[in-house]
Each structure stands twice: as C-alpha cells, then as structure tokens.
C-alpha cells in the first residue's frame, strides 16, 4: 500500500539556517505530494504540492521537488525564520489510493533566534 | 462557509459514553474527510466521502466508530461507548478536487476520562 516516510524531529536550526527535512514515499499509482504545516495551536495548512513527476512546489520561501527516480519530495527553505517553526507534514494522495491522502508523521522545526 | 468549521472544539466525555462530533466543510467541497491526530503523532485516516460514491471507510478503528454525510454537506462522525485510547484531535478537511489539496477545520479535541 501507500506509504510516506519522512525524517524524524525535532529539527533545531539558528535563524536563517539551511532547511532540509527529507521525505519519501511508496506509492503504486502516480501519486500528487503535498506538504502541509501546523503552527502551534493551528489546524494544518497546505504549504505546497506537486502533481506529477519533476514538478517544483513552492510558497513563502520553501520549495520541494517531486523526484520520481528517488521517490522523494523533500522540503528546503534557504534561510529559516523563527516564525517557522512548526510541525512539517509530508503526504500523498493517489487514484490507487482511492485519492484519500495518505500522511507522515510529522516533523517538529524549532528555529532559534 | 469561508472555511471548515467543526464542533464542539473539545469534548471532556466519561468512558463508555457516545460522542458526537460535527464538521461543516466548505461550500461547492464534493470531498471530505475525517482524520484522528493523537498526541505527537500524525494524521490516522478514518474516512472519506466523494459527493453521493459510497464513502471509503477503511480508515475506521471499530464498529464503535461511524460517520454520515447528507449530501455535499454536514459531516458527523459518531463514537459509541468510547474508551480511553479515543482521546485525540478529530480533523475534519474538505477539497474541490480530488488531487488537490485539503483544507483542514481546527480539530475537536476529545478527552475520554
């Protein structure tokens, strides 16, 4: 079945630090990946999708391209805020799937000041 | 309405009593979904409804557990005789499109004492 791995937390990092949280999945299909974001004390978000294969996402500073021959979508942003620290959700959804999305299980950002 | 709106926002219930937990997702959203987020975990899907298909109930843990939708609107997912281990954040999320991203509600937070 779908899976979506991604690495675990927490992630600590100085303001404008280099962000990398990595994220794979396994999918049958040809899935769309998304990433989503929790504030403290919000609901999720979307931050960002990719619909097919060497797709780039982007919004507020972050980026993440769907890799096809690695299986990845990894999240980067070059220059963290402490405004984003957050908790960092990778997903898929997929027609095999029946399109329900499938989540990771979350990756804690504290970015310091 | 302009976003999710689910109800009650939390919900302090003694073991072995019914819950019932409401989600309103955006009009024109022929999808929604309910997910159960326990503490420091990710999302755990329970189930799916796609405008009048019979909706996908993989997702759900027991027959305790069942949820209706009438039509493109209101959502209600039901738990009977609840038990400590359903203490979590019940979300609810509509889309527009099935490849698209969610839109989240804030969660109902259950607590079974």
């Known amino acids: 079945g779908n899976s979506v791995t991604q690495m675990e937390g927490p992630v600590t990092l100085s303001e404008e630090a280099f962000l990398t949280i990595n994220c794979t999945y396994t999918a049958t299909g040809y899935p769309s990946l998304f990433w989503y974001v929790q504030y403290p004390g919000e609901g999720l978000q979307l931050l960002l999708k990719a619909t097919k294969a060497d797709d780039k996402g982007s919004n507020k500073g972050f980026e993440a391209t769907y890799r096809k021959e690695t299986t990845s979508f990894h999240l980067e942003k070059g220059s963290v805020q402490v405004s984003d620290s957050a908790v960092y959700f990778c997903a898929l959804s997929d027609l095999t799937g029946g399109f329900k999305t499938i989540f990771g299980a979350g990756t804690r950002l504290f970015v310091k000041a | 309405g302009a976003g999710v709106s689910q109800s009650p926002s939390n919900k302090v219930t003694e073991k072995g009593k019914d819950v019932e937990l409401r989600c309103d997702p955006i009009?024109?959203?022929?999808?929604l979904y309910w997910y159960r987020q326990r503490l420091g975990q990710g999302l755990e899907f329970l189930i799916y409804?796609?405008?009048?298909?019979?909706?996908?109930k993989s997702g759900l843990p027991s027959d305790r557990f069942s949820a209706e939708r009438t039509g493109e609107s209101v959502s209600t997912l039901t738990i009977q005789r609840t038990q400590q281990e359903d203490s979590a954040v019940y979300l609810c999320?509509?889309?527009?499109?099935?490849?698209?991203?969610?839109?989240f509600g804030s969660g109902t937070r259950l607590t079974v004492v």
């Open positions: 009009s024109g959203h022929t999808a």
């Open positions: 999320a509509s889309s527009f499109s099935r490849q698209g991203g969610y839109t």
């Open positions: 409804f796609q405008g009048n298909s019979a909706p996908d």
